[in-house]
């Protein structure tokens, strides 16, 4: 079994954001760096499909130099080893762009499985994990919360809108993304996180794998303005009600 699990360096979101000098980014200085959540989960499952099936599994990450320290987790969790794909400039590329990048590196590794998480928590668009498929020309399932593989067979579970989840079939090579409630992300053990130390850690240049320009860029970041608050009424039930009543007179065409 040769399986990939694609993850993304992203701030802590108890960070506290500014703009940065462009105008098309958050500032990336003094931010706290962790993998995105939805990945943990790809990694988890990717991890947990090595022990059943065997094999060889992969992590690759697009990034500047400090996402290694990222890589470095998904390593000590169980991945055999990792792809960096380099590139300063991977914030200013849309999710067909990265999609592309991915797909070239994986077009001619024969990965059996792709994991991906559902999206990523900085921009989060959802739409890299199925544009990787079909770059690639194999099936793709979204937001799983179930997986179990048997005979060349990966049976998922899809979470749907009002908490209902669909079973689907699809054989392998194919790509799932992964959603909250999939599993359980194991916390790496010191003597894997030693391990980390002897396992391959390439660097890829962007350019050697991305052949085509973006199709989109951000034009301008900034924050939502700021509105005033609410208004808390107190008092019995018809003090309420009139005063309700005054407001919508005051603030809107309401007649009473």
Not at 52 to 57: E, I, M, W
Not at 95 to 115: G, N, R
Request: aromatic residues 6%; contains cysteine.
């Amino acid at each position: 079994m040769n399986i990939l699990v694609c993850i993304k360096q992203v701030p802590d979101m108890e960070s506290k954001f500014k703009v940065n000098g462009e105008g098309n980014w958050y500032d990336s200085a003094g931010l706290a760096w962790r993998m995105n959540e939805y990945d943990e989960y790809a990694v988890e499952q990717a991890v947990q499909l090595k022990e059943q099936a065997g094999g060889d599994l992969t992590v690759l990450c697009i990034g500047p130099e400090r996402v290694k320290e990222t890589m470095k987790k998904a390593l000590a969790m169980g991945c055999d080893r990792g792809v960096h794909v380099a590139d300063d400039d991977s914030y200013k590329k849309d999710p067909f762009s990265i999609a592309s990048i991915i797909a070239e590196h994986a077009k001619t590794k024969s990965y059996d499985v792709i994991f991906t998480g559902l999206q990523s928590q900085d921009r989060g668009s959802a739409q890299v994990g199925v544009l990787t498929a079909e770059s690639l020309g194999i099936p793709s399932v979204t937001t799983i919360v179930g997986f179990e593989f048997a005979n060349g067979t990966i049976t998922v579970k899809r979470e749907l809108e009002g908490g209902v989840k669909a079973v689907v079939k699809l054989p392998v090579p194919a790509l799932v993304t992964c959603q909250l409630g999939l599993n359980t992300p194991r916390y790496p053990t010191l003597p894997n996180i030693m391990k980390v130390k002897k396992k391959e850690l390439i660097t890829v240049a962007v350019a050697d794998l991305l052949k085509e320009s973006a199709l989109e860029e951000t034009q301008a970041l900034y924050f939502p303005e700021k509105k005033g608050g609410g208004l808390v009424l107190e008092g019995d039930i018809g003090e309420m009600a009139d005063k309700l009543i005054k407001i919508l007179k005051e603030k809107t065409a309401v007649l009473a």
